[in-house]
């Protein structure tokens, strides 16, 4: 089979193709075994996302409240020692799981997403549970996050003065119109909120290390004091060494809800201008800035805020906003007493931009769906800005569930979905991590080098196995505590905790299972994988694109310009 260059537009010949096939005894290959349903008119996206938006979407997706608040209750749990350890590992972990998806994205980056790979390189039915699997995950986090915005607000303006419906509701319209103006204006819109973040988050790691050095008002050189007065690991159900463990590994759920998002890249795909450039440079970007911006912050906190601190304890009983924020504890420890407000008005935009991308992605799941033949042919029907008006209308219904957390008692019923949205989101970088491992397959197998492609993952078929390994391990145990008892509640099953925990992976594998049932389908074959439908047309696209880029650059050649480009790709891009 011939070899292909790096752009190749070409696909391998039919006669080369089944010469290769019966040489060596492989099955000739049924083009009715996946489903592709080609873009027609009025069904395809359009590229406007820009380099900087992918690049800021990518880092905005993973800064949100996991982070900013989830890190408290972590802390308070397990300890300083546990939650650095936690969050470096699942940090490593992501990475992992970027690279397997930039592999395949910039190989083919199709609307189709994540959801198209499972289903070219590994099952049909595989792409359907990833898809719905990935969906539901948005369709319950995005009024989770305008309810968490209502609650912010509460800071300001209590419940009884206010009611939180109105917030919802204003949030709501908000962002159904930002989705709803096109992928230019929401790039543009989304581009400024992750900036916004990025910025805020600095400042806070900047003051944390000035803190922690004794930069603040209380002059206190705290240092790694509280690692070991009270400690760095913290016992959880269990004493001695066992308690110890067991804490760490609690904080390793804490850690991957905070992580969830990252992999949003993978949905942007389709909407993104010169693909096979921006997606490998937001993912080995995506590396740097889980050190700086999760590594270094937890660590940090660790050093400010002691596990025992009555302060900490009480973040964790609030629901949202400041007072549940660890970082905000810092501040107070510190003796900053102006801070508070401001940084609660910070988190108020993290959970607005939340909501806003978690919105466009699970209309562009949804969208995707149906583009691979697997949900109703209205929610590929696109407007002429490019945007899946069914698909996002029918997304922004689901979000109305908000509403259900006006009552006070509908709170605790509703708070067990972020359960869901974990287990949902472990399953999704598990198929994910399985489709790469097919994908390098079917490489081999149809001898597509790595000098064909635009960005290979540094430790291939390997890193996904070891990668998928550790996702399933946390899957399995990421509710323990519902097993494991301690001496005063002996007896107890916590039920609710459990279903709830647990009830993604049935439902997952039962979606799998039913689909293979009724279309009677078989995984695919390595030999049999389509790594090429559609590409031709991406290849010129992509043609096209650089061709006119060149163009503009030798228009508005200089050397000051270059100079400052230069810097800004050295010494600035990495961070933003």
Same mark, same amino acid.
């Given at each position: ?105 910039? =190989?083919?980056?199709? *609307? #189709? ?5 499972? %289903? ?5 039915? $595989? !792409? &359907? ?97 509280? =690692?070991?007065?009270? *400690? #760095? ?5 269990? %004493? ?5 463990? $067991? !804490? &760490? ?116 799941? $949804? ?210």
């Amino acid at each position: 089979m011939a070899t292909h260059n790096r752009y190749s537009s070409s696909s391998p010949d039919a006669e080369n193709t089944e010469k290769y096939v019966q040489e060596r005894g492989f099955e000739p290959v049924d083009s009715h075994r996946a489903v592709h349903v080609e873009p027609q008119p009025g069904e395809s996206l359009h590229r406007g996302l820009k380099s900087r938006h992918i690049t800021m979407i990518a880092i905005g997706g993973a800064i949100g409240t996991g982070l900013i608040i989830g890190t408290g209750k972590a802390l308070a749990q397990a300890g300083p020692g546990s939650i650095f350890i936690s969050y470096t590992t699942v940090g490593f972990l992501v990475y992992l799981v970027m690279c397997a998806l930039g592999e395949m994205a910039t =190989w083919l980056p199709i *609307g #189709a997403g994540f959801t198209g790979y499972a %289903t070219r390189y590994c099952d049909p039915a $595989l !792409g &359907f549970a990833l898809g719905y699997t990935y969906w539901f995950k948005y369709i319950i986090v995005t009024p989770n996050q305008l309810t968490a915005g209502a609650l912010i607000i509460q800071y300001w303006l209590p419940r009884d003065k206010v009611n939180p419906g109105v917030f919802i509701a204003v949030f709501w319209v908000t962002i159904v119109c930002i989705n709803y103006f096109g992928i230019r204006f929401f790039g543009e819109f989304e581009f400024w909120l992750s900036t916004f973040k990025v910025i805020v988050i600095v400042g806070i790691i900047i003051l944390s290390l000035v803190l922690a050095l004794g930069g603040g008002p209380d002059h206190d050189r705290k240092g790694f004091r509280y =690692w070991s007065d009270p *400690g #760095a690991f913290k016992e959880y159900i269990e %004493t001695g060494a066992a308690g110890r463990f $067991l !804490g &760490f590994w609690s904080t390793m759920v804490t850690a991957t809800f905070a992580y969830l998002g990252t992999e949003l890249v993978g949905v942007t795909v389709g909407e993104a201008q010169n693909p096979r450039k921006t997606i490998p440079r937001a993912i080995k970007l995506t590396f740097y800035r889980i050190l700086f911006f999760y590594c270094l912050s937890v660590l940090l906190l660790g050093m400010l805020v002691p596990y025992n601190s009555e302060d900490l304890a009480f973040a964790n009983k609030a629901s949202a906003g400041a007072s549940a924020s660890p970082f905000v504890v810092a501040v107070k420890l510190a003796g900053i007493k102006a801070l508070p407000g401001i940084i609660n008005g910070c988190i108020l935009l993290f959970v607005f931009s939340a909501s806003n991308s978690d919105l466009y992605i699970a209309s562009r799941t $949804l969208y995707g769906i149906a583009c691979v033949g697997n949900a109703p042919a209205i929610f590929r029907r696109t407007d002429a800005r490019g945007v899946p008006i069914y698909a996002l209308g029918l997304s922004a219904l689901f979000a109305l569930l908000a509403f259900m957390n006006v009552a006070d008692d509908s709170k605790v019923v509703f708070g067990y979905f972020f359960n869901l949205v974990t287990i949902f989101g472990l399953l999704t970088w598990i198929s994910i991590l399985v489709t790469h491992i097919y994908f390098v397959k079917a490489r081999r197998a149809q001898n597509v080098p790595n000098s064909a492609l635009a960005f290979t993952a540094p430790l291939g078929i390997w890193g996904s196995y070891g990668a998928l390994a550790m996702c399933c391990l946390i899957a399995l145990t990421k509710n323990f505590p519902v097993f494991v008892h301690s001496p005063d509640t002996y007896g107890d099953f916590d039920y609710k905790n459990f279903v709830t925990g647990y009830l993604g992976i049935p439902l997952y594998l039962i979606m799998i299972a039913g689909y293979k049932l009724v279309k009677r389908n078989k995984g695919i074959k390595p030999w049999e994988a389509d790594l090429y439908s559609g590409k031709e047309a991406i290849d010129r696209e992509e043609e096209e694109f650089l061709a006119e880029k060149a163009r503009r650059n030798m228009a508005r050649k200089g050397s000051v310009g270059k100079r400052g480009g230069w810097f800004y790709r050295t010494f600035v891009s990495w961070l933003f």
